[in-house]
């Protein structure tokens, strides 16, 4: 299983120290992070590798134009589907996973996006340019993804006492 996090605002250093180590335990595969340029912005990722092993499938995940980082928990059973979609539109892929599909779907459709995901996932999706976030799971809620808004701060986790 793998595990997400991220932090969202003002004053969210400490807090995203924490965060992170918080879901360690969810992936022995690989571990990563990314923290935007304000630094009011930050992802956390623990891999579980399943579909593609490589690298190139490493998280949080930047698109290749730099616009956007994805940091994803799940299995997309269309995704190879939404992919052959996408290379149709003239997208690329360094990798052979969901991950990347999701993402550039995303960057094809906007949030419209998440009407086409047959699977089960959570996932945090942050615009670098506009700097939105945008979390999401999928509609049963098989993979947990909890929130907390405190006004100047938005934190998400894969567990719960990463927000307590």
């Known amino acids: 299983m793998c595990g997400i996090a991220g932090i969202y605002g003002n004053e969210t250093r400490a807090i995203a120290d ?3 180590s918080v879901i360690k335990h ?3 595969d690989d571990s990563g992070s990314f923290e935007s340029d304000d630094k009011k912005t930050q992802l956390f990722h623990q891999r579980l590798s399943i579909i593609d092993l490589s690298d190139a499938a490493s998280q949080p995940m930047l698109s290749a134009d730099g616009s956007l980082v994805i940091c994803y928990n799940g299995e997309i059973y269309n995704y190879k589907e939404i992919r052959r979609r996408l290379e149709k539109q003239g ?5 052979q996973s969901d991950t990347e599909v999701v993402l550039l779907a995303y960057h094809a ?3 419209s996006f998440l009407n086409e995901l047959n699977g ?3 996932l945090a999706i942050y615009d670098i340019q506009s700097e939105e976030l945008l979390i ?3 509609p049963l809620g098989v993979k947990p993804l909890y929130y907390a808004d405190q ?6 986790c894969s567990e719960l006492k990463g927000l307590i």
């Not at 997208?91 to 990798?95: Q, T």
């Open 91 to 95: 997208y690329d892929f360094k990798s």
């Open 26 to 28: 969810r992936g022995p």
């Open 18 to 20: 924490i965060l992170g």
């Open 120 to 122: 089960i996932f959570a």
């Open 109 to 111: 459709w906007g949030k």
């Open 136 to 138: 999401a799971r999928d």
């Open 151 to 156: 006004g100047n701060k938005f934190g998400f």
